[in-house]
T-cell receptor
Framework: DVKVTQSSRYLVKRTGEKVFLECVQDMDHENMFWYRQDPGLGLRLIYFSYDVKMKEKGDIPEGYSVSREKKERFSLILESASTNQTSMYLC???????????FGPGTRLTVT | AQSVTQLGSHVSVSEGALVLLRCNYSSSVPPYLFWYVQYPNQGLQLLLKYTTGATLVKGINGFEAEFKKSETSFHLTKPSAHMSDAAEYFCAVSEAGNQGGKLIFGQGTELSVKP
């Protein structure tokens, strides 16, 4: 079975802190994704990566950056956390563009 | 541009009743279509997908969906609801090969099942 893990299930940070969210997949997938999920808005794509060291902006990249130094790991970085970044963050991976995405359990981030 | 509309943010059914969750999409090319389920405090799990071929797709937990090109719909059904089906359901569309096959999600439908 594909396994996508995220470093934390719950996280509380203060405004202005630098925040790292880590995602690891164990199935040698090429593509990885970061979404945020907010009530009534569904899932919105922040960034995605087709391959190692490659990244593309999604629909809401402002205030976020990403890093993919190894194939199995995709990190989401909030350079200076703000309260409007309080949300559920979901990581996903897939073999390539012809296949479905597999999701991690999510990280619920609260910024106070 | 692609988009997905799920009709009804909340659907309530009785245990044993038919489940029908509606999804309409827009796409400029033949789409790939997906239904995902999310249980409380968990990530999304794939229920079923349509890529090509047979338009009636069967998934896990007794769910199925039918791709109707003329209606641009991909409604999710289950003949008999179970209490364990209570969850949030997301429909998604992907134009495989276009823009890397990004997924566009609907806003989600929360399914409640009454005893």
């Amino acid at each position: 079975d594909v396994k996508v893990t995220q470093s934390s299930r719950y996280l509380v940070k203060r405004t202005g802190e630098k925040v790292f969210l880590e995602c690891v997949q164990d199935m040698d997938h090429e593509n990885m994704f970061w979404y945020r999920q907010d009530p009534g808005l569904g899932l919105r794509l922040i960034y995605f990566s087709y391959d190692v060291k490659m990244k593309e902006k999604g629909d809401i990249p402002e205030g976020y950056s990403v890093s993919r130094e190894k194939k199995e790991r995709f990190s989401l970085i909030l350079e200076s956390a703000s309260t409007n970044q309080t949300s559920m963050y979901l990581c996903a991976s897939r073999l390539n563009r012809w296949y479905e995405q597999y999701f991690g359990p999510g990280t619920r981030l609260t910024v106070t | 541009a692609q988009s997905v509309t799920q009709l009804g943010s909340h659907v309530s059914v009785s245990e044993g009743a038919l489940v029908l969750l509606r999804c309409n999409y827009s796409s400029s090319v033949p789409p790939y279509l997906f239904w995902y389920v999310q249980y409380p405090n968990q990530g999304l799990q794939l229920l079923l997908k349509y890529t090509t071929g047979a338009t009636l797709v069967k998934g896990i937990n007794g769910f199925e969906a039918e791709f109707k090109k003329s209606e641009t719909s991909f409604h999710l059904t289950k003949p008999s609801a179970h209490m364990s089906d209570a969850a949030e359901y997301f429909c998604a569309v992907s134009e495989a090969g276009n823009q890397g096959g990004k997924l566009i999600f609907g806003q989600g439908t929360e399914l409640s099942v009454k005893p």
